[in-house]
């Protein structure tokens, strides 16, 4: 390290060089950006808004809106910014600010999926007890439960990765600053941030979806022994959007902070990191309203009053 100059801001080489290239991701980030903001948005205000939608899944899915605009809003105005800007620097410290809300997003979001499949879980295996199962305090324990995990998960991540040193070359493969990217530019070893990432991963996420495993074992069991055709196709249908959320984000979530470091890549890692962080954002509220009665209903009212008014 004697010999090596201690960096102090990186350079993000984000998903292309080519100006026309840049300016064209620049409008179609803004666009899912945008659409992310007003979906996860209107899921809220339709939540607040309708009374009967004030039940412990609407409550759950309303903060799963809220920790999505959080999760985008971390990488994608930065990265918006990166693209018509000259000097795609960041700092360390403003890199590892960044990396730290990115974990912390990303863990909430997780718990928030598992708190919703035990909550499929309780109204359909065990619905004479489902109003005291999930109860509004249970709901709040739950709730903040998801935020402190996420929190520890990232605190934990980001304290060793405080005791890295950088050194040149600064430049990083990716569009944002993420941990994975990051050990690489390490002047120093890296061999317990790679394990303390790696036992995190699987003690908290792994762990996360598992409890979403195990309840949806159960709930299958269940809805196959439903009788009546109806019955099962409804109870699959209530599910069905959960599960769509949970593969997205967990199938390569986890493959991109789990694989060796030997087989990463740079056009993989960036896939991977614009499926998890970008696109399941987006998808969510869309595959929440179209899949929800209710929702689209409660919609359909609102918008039925501003033409009123109008």
């Known amino acids: ?18 100006p026309q290239m840049q300016i064209f991701l620049f409008f179609l980030f803004l666009v899912i950006y945008l659409i992310t903001l007003g979906g ?3 899921i809220m205000v339709v939540i607040t808004a309708d009374s009967p939608l004030h039940t412990s899944m609407y409550f759950f899915l309303f903060h799963l809106s809220f920790v999505d605009i959080c ?3 971390v990488t994608v105005p930065k990265m918006l910014m990166k693209f018509l800007a000259e000097q795609k620097t960041i700092s360390v410290n403003g890199c590892i600010a960044q990396m730290f809300h990115f974990i912390l997003s990303a863990g909430a979001e997780i718990f928030i999926l598992s708190a919703m499949a035990y909550d499929r879980y309780a109204a359909i295996c065990d619905p004479l007890h489902y109003m005291q199962t999930m109860s509004k305090g249970i709901c709040v ?8 995990m996420g929190f520890f998960y990232a605190l934990l991540n980001t304290a060793f990765a405080l005791k890295l040193h950088f050194c040149e070359p600064n430049q990083i493969n990716h569009f944002s600053c993420e941990l994975p990217p ?8 890296t061999v317990t941030n790679q394990v303390v990432l790696l036992t995190s ?3 908290f996420v792994l762990s996360s979806f598992l409890l979403t495993l195990i309840s949806y074992i159960h709930i299958i069991s269940t809805i196959l022994r439903i009788r009546s055709a109806e019955g099962r196709h409804k109870a699959f249908f209530t599910c069905s959007s959960h599960l769509i959320v949970v ?3 967990y199938v390569t979530g986890f493959l991109q902070y789990t694989k060796p470091s030997s087989v990463s890549s740079v056009v993989l890692d960036e896939i991977f990191s614009i499926q998890y962080s970008m696109l399941t954002p987006m998808l969510n509220p869309i595959v929440y309203t179209l899949k929800n009665k209710e929702v689209k209903t409660t919609l359909r009212n609102i918008l039925g009053k501003f033409r009123f008014l109008s």
Do not use: H, P, R
């Open 182 to 189: 990051l050990l690489q530019l390490s002047c120093t070893e």
């Open 1 to 18: 390290m004697k010999n090596q100059t201690t960096v102090t801001e990186f350079i993000l080489l984000g998903l292309s060089s080519d």
């Open 71 to 73: 999760y985008s809003s």
């Open 141 to 148: 324990q739950l709730g903040s439960g998801s935020w402190t």
């Open 40 to 42: 996860n948005i209107v």
């Open 247 to 249: 593969g997205l984000l």
């Open 201 to 203: 991963a699987v003690e």
